[in-house]
């Protein structure tokens, strides 16, 4: 059982109810009649059975259903978020069959049985389904993953959780109600900083392997699917222009893998193949990349050489003169490498795309600083800063100083002014600190020392060896009385009350002002969580308390939280009393 | 901190100093006291730069008559700016020191691409265009016809340069490419001619091998440059193959096809001069009968088309009658032609020498040698006379003009080679002739007689005792100096079998064997789950990378590699490349980690370096020797056999570890760096070829490491990684760090004597 049910929402004619089975958690239908769903739905399927009973499956907007034949209510009813993949049986198999697994591992299988149509059914089932689930799926599993991971990396989250929502003093959308949004903002802002990069390898792990019968299978996964696209744009608008409406999705799959794109050693024979122009794009786009030449003038061979021979000078001919008298061989030796260069700068480029925006974003707000400088002036400091670097031996140096860090600043005159204060009189000017400080001056001046009055050394002595740690003074101090009486375990008790009270107690006051009909449903729900915290946990605790004859008095403090919460909610419901009467 | 090297004050910029750049610094001075030249191999990531140019600069403080001049050369632009960067620093703590502001002027030297400021032509993307664009807009003619017709478009830049700027001397300071081009923006004047210019009188030059060594472009800029300078070679391990490029010339079908055309052009052009205005022909006469040496002094700007290596006794000479007017000259083109192009339909290779090639001309089409001789020349004034704006399009008739030169001034260190077809493909014509220098002295021998110092140094330059053979100077020093070092920081495995013990290796016999691919494989697979960061790899040629990449891609072993790290392949396309390259560098600093797959001799190994977490491993695939059945490289070492007694094999070998050595040294980049070098060939571990590795790493090879597999390399590689990325102690200093006081004891001056080998 997970808490992961929080987009649900209860509307007539649907319940929660528990399974034949027992099963917490899953969603069955007892309405009376289907008419009252207002959902629309999609598809209707008859002759289909589940657990040996004749019915129909319905996929609908939001939830796939099935209903016993003759019966006008739903036996079985999934949320489309709830389900993890849909299985189907193979092809050659007599029963014809789909499979929901659900994220919590339990299986329900449908089987068509129309003499018919049977396949025809289950493959509309399938597509649809296969259309929907993705919707779905990707909310609730980052919903879900994400509560699971918070809990995980919080003991102490977990641990409240297990205290609040595990013994039912609040509902698991209760618990997560402001705990998801805001987490999940600043995961987004982590997010944001490190994406996954790309495996260079992806395409390797899409080795095909024979099936046994003069076939070759490719094993396809979503990620290596996105590896592709994000690596190669050009298949991917393929994808989006052919896929579904020319050809399904396997189609285009096949095609990429039987095309001369996939195996660059083989030369681009026919222009008839889907991914040509793939390739042509490619090509394009490797010719802008060495087109657009390299910042580092470092590395840029080209211009490498000061004087380079002319044509028809010096000893060796140069590269092969032309390329028609290249063998077909080494045209696709040399397709090859072409194709490792681009292949892994498009992967690099991968992981630095977000990079550059950014940079680029940042440059565009420096430039608006007025700091940015000329291009054609600028580039020159790139290398020289370049040059610098190739010059230095850092051991050569004495090390006095080190570089410090420059200060980047994106708006200087803020940096010299500081925030403008926004109470001005609150600030004393600077002639009142001239003022005070030689009013000071002046006291400082006049001081005269009451030597009649001090007090003798000896009673000077004492009062400081009193007031020093384990001098008459510092004794009694309840601190150090609570770590050596309690037990361990009784602390770590009262630990976990007070994180518990806590929670529930910001939830009470998050309430106010209660200008809502929703906040005050829910500040009276909060009243009554309060007091079944109360009687369930702290009462407990302060009678195991008592029974160990601890005489101070732990609970104190929580109860007087707690008091000061009814009072608040007593005053509150009094003045709403008054205000209706 | 201020040094005594010998007697001799030099500041240095930094407060500590490495033991081996004190004694780099020993040496230096002593070439220099000499007066003669010097081979010095110092590991790279030691601070080479910056000590040479300490004494240097020193040097040149304290005796100012001795020498006037560094020209520092390096071999890419990227160097090129790094040197002058750390002139800048050294420079400025001087003035930091003495407290005066100094009198020294340094500049850097580029080509126009990348010192243009003007707004159209520094827009164009190649240099040919560049050059070509800045001709057509400063040539002399061109500057002439706008006095008479204002529509003609000039560059305001030059113009301004040409009216002010050698009047004024640039102001003392130290110019990068970029200064000088905010310095000519500012001014209005034109950065490449006023660099050009300033090096004349600029204490010290940074500039690329090519001003010294090509003698299509030597001439021009780097022809009155003073007697009493110091000339520094940087990364000089190459240096004998730029040599040999800068005097080879090869003509296929394409370029006589576009000789003939431009051939066309010239002719029409004549012609229409002739009918209006024929008077510029009977004047340009006049001019080559009074001999060259009037015609080379022209203006500037138009030098673009140089000719090669001119003996002085050319220019005293008259042009010979025969070639001496314009459509004589034209028809003697047509003739060397058509004899070209009969000798480019060949069936099989022919192979002969200068002489053999001059006999065979005079013979065929009665050519002689002598108007050959003056081929370069005689175009290069054609070609302003007829005020050619264009000239870039007449880049195939100045190759065959150029060839005609050199084939006729050079009888010895040259072979002419024509190749019906490519070996690779037999089935296709594509005739090739190969005029091939063979003997790289003969392009730094006026640089080397010139000059009276010239220091040759890398990070590798073993075995030294090669490079005054092949080069042909006598040096007054020769050393190599280790790395002192607080930990070992580099680690050399050699990795000879696989696991299943079968022997890995590229030779030829096996290099298409399944196993040893599938080995090679393996061990780039299980260092990518082991080296964190980058990891870098190296073949022996452009072709065996692509074989090996396919065969890995059909055995899913890149798919697995993938696994652990993106991998980035280099192609023969510069810019691909770059890109590659800059994307296996985003790939290692964003924590991903990368493999870059690279070539031998390709430019990643030569002009890239892979400091720190860029290259973690450096992984040499086999050894890279040549290509082995090239005829050219064939006649080259029948060629050094004879003339300097340097066995076939010794050269191949020095050949191929030279460039392993520098593959795998791209990784150590300072001693604070860390990497692994992993020679994945078991013929490494052979004393031929591990002697022929530079000092510095071969001292860390040790006898366990020479055939391990590839389960060992990995054990020991994780060990060592884990053993590097502790942080690294302060415990440098005294050891491979020194402070002033600890440079003076008596104790480590002996320690550090032992640094520099003597060869």
Redesign the interface.
């Known amino acids: 059982m997970f808490p992961g049910r929080s987009g649900l929402k209860v509307t007539g004619g649907w319940v929660l109810m528990d399974e034949e089975k027992g099963e917490v958690g899953n969603l069955v239908w007892a309405g009376t009649a289907m008419a009252t769903s207002s959902e629309e739905v999609l598809l209707v399927v008859k002759r289909v059975r589940q657990k040996k009973q004749d019915g129909a499956l319905y996929l609908m907007a939001e939830r796939v259903a099935w209903a016993p034949e003759g019966k006008d209510r739903f036996s079985v009813s999934h949320l489309y978020a709830d389900i993890r993949c849909q299985k189907i049986s193979p092809d050659g198999k007599s029963k014809i069959q789909l499979q929901l697994v659900l994220h919590t591992g339990e299986t329900t299988n449908f089987h068509f049985t129309s003499e018919s149509s049977a396949m025809k059914d289950r493959d509309a089932a399938k597509d649809l389904l296969q259309q929907l689930l993705p919707k779905f799926k990707r909310k609730a599993n980052k919903e879900l993953e994400e509560k699971n991971r918070m809990l995980q990396e919080d003991p102490l989250l977990f641990q409240l959780y297990k205290d609040l929502v595990v013994s039912q003093v609040i509902s698991a959308e209760e618990f997560w109600a402001n705990r998801v949004s805001m987490n999940s903002v600043d995961h987004s802002l982590t997010n944001s900083k490190q994406e996954v990069g790309i495996s260079a390898a992806f395409l390797a792990d899409v080795r095909p392997q024979t099936d046994g019968c003069n076939g070759l299978r490719y094993n396809l996964t979503s990620d290596i699917i996105e590896s592709i696209f994000r690596t190669y744009p050009a298949v991917k608008q393929k994808y989006g222009e052919n896929v579904p409406h020319n050809l399904t999705e396997k189609e285009f799959w096949t095609r990429f893998f039987q095309s001369h794109y996939f195996h660059r050693d083989r030369i681009s024979t026919g222009s008839q193949d889907l991914f040509a122009e793939c390739g042509k794009l490619d090509e394009q786009g490797l010719k802008s990349m060495v087109g657009q030449g390299v910042r580092n003038s470092m590395v840029d061979l080209t211009s490498l050489e000061d004087k380079s021979l002319d044509e028809g000078y010096g000893i060796s001919s140069g590269p092969s003169t032309s390329s028609h008298n290249k063998t077909l061989k080494e045209n696709s030796n040399a397709a090859i490498i072409k194709r490792f260069n681009h292949h892994s700068a498009m992967v690099l480029a991968t992981g630095l795309r977000k990079q550059d925006a950014q940079n680029e974003q940042n440059g565009e707000t420096s430039s608006t600083d007025g700091n940015s400088k000329d291009s054609d002036f600028f580039q020159p400091s790139v290398k020289k800063v370049k040059l610098q670097e190739a010059i230095e031996y850092a051991d050569l140096e004495q090390e006095n100083g080190r570089k410090p860090v420059a200060l980047n600043l994106k708006k200087s005159d803020r940096y010299s002014h500081g925030p403008t204060p926004v109470q001005c009189q609150q600030y004393a000017t600077s002639q009142d600190i001239i003022n005070s400080v030689n009013c000071i001056r002046h006291e400082i001046a006049d001081y005269t020392p009451r030597l009649t009055q001090v007090l003798s050394s000896s009673t000077a002595s004492t009062a400081i060896a009193a007031l020093s740690p384990g001098g008459v003074l510092m004794q009694g101090g309840t601190q150090q009385a609570i770590n050596q009486m309690v037990p361990n375990d009784t602390q770590c008790e009262l630990k976990h009350l007070y994180v518990a009270a806590g929670e529930l107690l910001r939830h009470f006051w998050s309430c106010f002002p209660v200008n809502t009909p929703f906040l005050e449903e829910k500040v009276v729900k909060m009243r009554s969580n309060l007091e079944r915290f109360q009687v369930t946990k702290l009462c407990p605790f302060q009678e195991k308390m008592q029974r160990q004859y601890l005489s101070t008095n732990l609970t104190g403090h929580l109860e007087e939280m707690l008091q000061t919460a009814y009072n608040k909610f007593h005053a509150w419901q009094t003045r709403r009393m008054l205000r209706k009467t | 901190c201020r040094l005594n090297i010998d007697g001799l004050l030099v500041y240095f910029p930094?407060?500590?100093?490495?033991p081996e750049q004190y004694s780099y610094m020993l040496e230096l001075k002593r070439t220099l006291d000499a007066k003669g030249h010097g081979a010095l191999e110092m590991p790279s990531g030691t601070?080479k730069?910056?000590s040479l140019l300490s004494l240097i600069v020193a040097y040149q403080r304290a005796f100012p008559l001795e020498v006037t001049k560094l020209i520092y050369c390096s071999?890419?632009?990227?160097e090129?700016?790094?040197v002058v960067?750390?002139l800048r620093?050294l420079i400025d703590f001087y003035e930091k020191e003495t407290g005066e502001r100094s009198s020294f002027l340094a500049l850097a030297l580029?080509?126009r691409?990348?010192l243009c400021v003007h707004p159209e032509v520094s827009s164009l993307r190649f240099?040919?265009e560049v050059d070509g664009k800045c001709h057509s807009l400063t040539a002399s003619y061109i500057r002439a016809q706008r006095h008479s017709d204002s529509s003609v478009q000039t560059c305001r830049f030059y113009e301004e340069f040409d009216a002010l700027g050698r009047q004024v001397p640039l102001p003392a300071g130290i110019y990068n490419l970029?200064d000088l081009k905010s310095f000519g923006r500012r001014r209005g004047w034109c950065p490449y001619y006023l660099a050009r210019y300033s090096i004349l009188h600029a204490n010290v030059v940074v500039?690329?091998y090519?001003?010294l060594l090509?003698p299509k472009?030597a001439d021009l800029v780097s022809k009155e440059l003073a007697k009493k300078s110091v000339v520094v070679f940087d990364e000089a391990h190459n240096i004998d193959?730029v040599c040999?490029?800068?005097m080879?010339?090869?003509?296929?079908r394409r370029?006589l096809d576009r000789t003939q055309s431009n051939i066309e052009t010239l002719q029409n052009t004549i012609q229409r001069i002739k009918d209006t205005d024929a008077s510029r022909l009977q004047e340009e006469y006049r001019r080559l009968v009074e001999g060259l040496k009037e015609a080379n002094v022209a203006r500037e700007t138009d030098v673009y088309l140089s000719n090669p290596v001119l003996p002085d006794e050319i220019l005293q000479e008259a042009v010979p009658g025969s070639i001496r007017s314009a459509e004589h000259f034209v028809g003697f083109l047509k003739r060397l032609l058509e004899y070209l192009k009969s000798r480019l339909r060949v069936q099989h290779v022919v192979q002969e020498s200068p002489p053999q090639f001059l006999k065979d001309a005079f013979e065929k089409v009665c050519i002689d040698r002598k108007p050959l001789r003056f081929c370069a020349e005689r175009l290069r004034s054609l070609l302003r006379t007829l005020e050619i704006a264009d000239i870039a399009d007449f880049?195939?008739v100045t190759?065959i003009s150029n060839f005609a030169t050199l084939v006729s001034t050079y009888s010895k260190g040259f072979t002419i080679i024509i190749e019906p077809f490519?070996d690779r493909?037999p089935s296709?014509a594509?005739p090739?002739l190969?005029f091939?220098?063979m003997d790289s002295s003969i392009a730094i021998k006026p640089v080397f007689e010139r000059f009276q110092t010239v220091i040759i140094t890398s990070g590798t330059l073993s075995p030294l005792d090669i490079y005054p053979k092949i080069l042909d100077f006598r040096p007054v020093t020769m050393a190599s100096f280790t790395m002192t070092l607080a930990r070992a920081c580099l680690c050399p495995l050699i990795v000879g079998r696989g696991n299943d013990q079968v022997a890995i290796s590229s030779k030829f016999e096996t290099r298409e064997d399944i196993a040893v691919i599938r080995n090679y494989g393996n061990l780039l697979l299980e260092m990518s789950s082991v080296v964190p960061d980058g990891i870098v790899a190296f073949f022996t040629s452009?072709q065996y990378m692509?074989?090996i990449?396919?065969s890995w891609?059909e055995q899913?072993i890149?798919?697995?590699i993938?696994?652990n790290?993106?991998?980035?392949?280099e192609?023969?396309?510069?810019?691909?490349?770059?890109?590659?390259?800059?994307?296996y560098?985003?790939?290692c600093e964003?924590g991903?980690g990368?493999i870059l797959l690279s070539v031998a001799r390709g430019?990643?190994s030569e002009?890239?370096?892979f400091v720190h977490h860029f290259g973690r491993a450096v992984i040499m695939f086999g050894v890279p020797y040549v290509y082995t059945q090239s005829r050219?490289l064939k006649a080259r070492l029948e060629y050094l056999r004879d003339q300097f007694q340097i066995r076939e094999n010794d050269f191949l070998t020095f050949d191929a570890m030279r460039h392993a050595a520098q593959c795998v040294g791209r990784v150590i980049r300072?001693?604070?760096d860390y990497g692994l070098m992993i020679f994945a060939d078991k013929r490494y571990a052979r004393a031929d070829k591990r002697g022929k590795l530079p000092r510095w790493i071969q001292e860390h090879i040790t006898d366990s490491s020479l055939n391990l597999t590839i389960d060992e390399t990995v054990q020991l590689s994780k060990h060592f990684l884990r053993d590097m990325a502790q942080p690294f102690k302060e415990d440098?200093l005294g050891l491979s760090?020194l402070t002033l006081d600890q440079l003076q004891s008596e104790e480590m001056l002996k320690k550090i004597a032992q640094i520099a080998h003597q060869i």
């Open positions: 930094y407060d500590y100093i490495y601070g730069t910056v071999r890419t632009v990227p090129i700016e790094k960067e750390e620093r580029s080509s691409k990348n240099g040919k970029d500039y690329s090519h001003y090509d472009i193959n040999i490029d800068s080879s010339v090869n003509i296929t370029t880049s195939a190759l490519e493909t296709i594509n090739i190969h091939s220098c452009y692509e074989n990449v396919a891609y899913g890149l798919e697995n993938q696994r790290k993106l991998i980035f392949i192609t023969q396309d510069a810019a691909e490349t770059s890109m590659a390259l800059e994307k560098q985003e790939a964003n991903r990368a430019k990643v002009g890239i370096d050219l300072g001693k604070t440098q760090l």
